[in-house]
């Protein structure tokens, strides 16, 4: 009984290291094309009074990406229906020119009133819409959680880090004779240290294989009866074979670094 | 015959150099000396002990153990030292985790020996010290004789330069305390190993040509 209380009180903060390493890497995955989305599907809206080039608008503003025409004809219908072929004419002739314009990257409010500044400089440009209040709100919505994940697993790694090293004391205090023993016979600090090393690496194994059983069960069973459309088309994303690698060797650097810190934090026994 | 320790104006002292135990100690042991060193409770026998093992670093003066300054000496090198020490303590320090046999090859698993050797070795020393029996035994399960017997067994292990001991028959009866001074006798006429040991009281029944230190007013004197 005690073995498994002295073994879970180091596997378990080691696994809530590993749960949140392995959950943000499955929320970047599967929020990816999101992302990617709201970033590369905003476009802003140019009225100009003449057509223009993509060349000309990136001359205004360098972050100016892509420029894409909306046919003038298709409003002209959409707005002139039941109207004479002479006064459609005379409408189209009178009908700006509007274009979609996408940019290189995602950018703030700021930065889009720049541009939209940028572009009203020109004569030729009559208005420019950037919707900036939606997309913002979207994007910064996405990105605020996101950030706020990225603290609580930060906050919980170093609180769990703590744990581990305390563990790692208490282990260090049970078999202070025996290290005792093998420092006054001259032995070096890592065969010292021994003991602590093959069970802390015996727990990082434990903890990766625990982690990963949640995910694959998340990935093979809860997902699939979810019924959360995201989920389910994302199921691949939720866990992947190269993923346990990655918790292996975090949760083995963890373990080792934890070791360290603890043996040489009490070096030596000169009184 | 060169000295194997050397200690000259040799200040020892805890409380980082406040509290003085050994003042201005100076005495040669050489190859193959038996050495006691007895003196009053709290005299400073076994600081002077530990100092020999490099557990406390001298305040003051010089203490050369092994050709090694043990006053600058590194931790690789103090390692490396006492590997050609064997250590004997009044309360045994075996590991209680290990058998008997595992206890006794811990200065050859140090020194790096394969399983092979370690066991042939495990085999004879444990003859030497009659416990061939408990072998496969842990150390709680002998009795404090037997346990400082394996102590013993464990210090001859690497055939040391000088065997340390400290009280090493304090708390055993006089059977057991006989079989420990013929062992560390045998260790000293055979292989002329240096041994020093601590005590309160230098054994009746000794055959062995010894030396006698006292430790008395933070003096360490040497009675002829």
């Known amino acids: 009984m005690k073995f498994i209380k002295n073994h879970l009180m180091f596997i378990l903060p080691l696994m809530a290291i590993l749960l949140g390493i392995e959950f943000y890497l499955v929320f970047d995955r599967t929020t990816d094309s999101y992302e990617k989305g709201l970033k590369e599907g905003y476009t802003m809206l140019v009225v100009t009074k003449k057509p223009v080039t993509l060349q000309k608008l990136k001359q205004l503003n360098p972050h100016i990406a892509t420029l894409e025409a909306i046919k003038r004809d298709q409003i002209v219908s959409e707005v002139a229906k039941g109207v004479s072929k002479e006064s459609r004419k005379e409408i189209l002739a009178a009908l700006p020119y509007f274009y979609n314009v996408g940019l290189d990257s995602y950018l703030g409010t700021a930065a889009l009133e720049k541009i939209k500044k940028d572009l009203e400089k020109d004569a030729t440009i009559k208005r420019v819409e950037t919707f900036g209040s939606s997309y913002s709100s979207a994007y910064r919505l996405f990105a605020f959680i996101k950030f706020l994940l990225k603290v609580f697993i930060g906050f919980m790694g170093i609180v769990s880090l703590f744990l581990i090293i305390k563990q790692m004391e208490i282990w260090k205090y049970a078999h202070r004779e025996r290290m005792q023993v093998m420092e006054i016979f001259g032995a070096p600090l890592m065969l010292r240290a021994g003991v602590l090393f093959k069970v802390a690496i015996f727990d990082a194994f434990i903890a990766t294989l625990l982690t990963s059983a949640v995910f694959l069960y998340v990935k093979f069973v809860w997902a699939a009866q979810s019924g959360i459309d995201l989920m389910m088309q994302k199921q691949d994303e939720l866990f992947k074979m190269t993923d346990m690698a990655i918790l292996l060797g975090v949760a083995l650097l963890l373990v080792i670094m934890a070791v360290y810190t603890v043996v040489f934090s009490s070096k030596g026994v000169q009184e | ?224």
Not at chain 2, 39 to 50: A, D, I, R
Not at chain 2, 190 to 199: C, D, G, K, S, Y
């Open chain 2, 1 to 224: 015959m060169s000295n194997v320790i050397s200690a000259k104006n040799l200040t020892l002292a805890y409380d980082n150099g406040r509290k003085e135990i050994i003042k201005n100690a100076s005495f040669n042991i050489k190859k193959g000396d038996f050495v006691f060193i007895t003196g009053p409770s709290g005299s400073g026998k076994s600081t002077l002990l530990k100092s020999l093992y490099g557990q406390l670093k001298p305040k003051e003066g010089n203490l050369v153990v092994g050709g090694r300054d043990l006053a600058n000496i590194g931790s690789r090198q103090l390692q490396e030292l006492r590997t050609h020490m064997g250590i004997i303590f009044q309360d045994y320090k075996l590991i209680n985790e290990w058998t008997v046999a595992k206890n006794v090859v811990l200065p050859l698993m140090i020194a790096g020996y394969s399983l092979d050797v370690q066991e042939t070795q495990a085999h004879r020393l444990l003859k030497h010290v009659k416990l061939s029996e408990h072998a496969d035994k842990y150390p709680l399960e002998l009795s404090g004789g037997e346990q400082q017997r394996v102590g013993v067994a464990r210090a001859l292990a690497k055939n040391p330069v000088v065997i340390l001991a400290d009280e090493p028959t304090g708390n055993l009866d006089d059977y057991s305390s006989n079989v420990i001074w013929d062992l560390m006798e045998n260790a000293c006429q055979q292989l002329e190993t240096t041994v020093l040991v601590v005590t309160h009281k230098i054994p009746t029944i000794f055959s062995l040509p010894y030396r006698h230190f006292i430790i008395e007013s933070k003096g360490v004197y040497e009675v002829h």
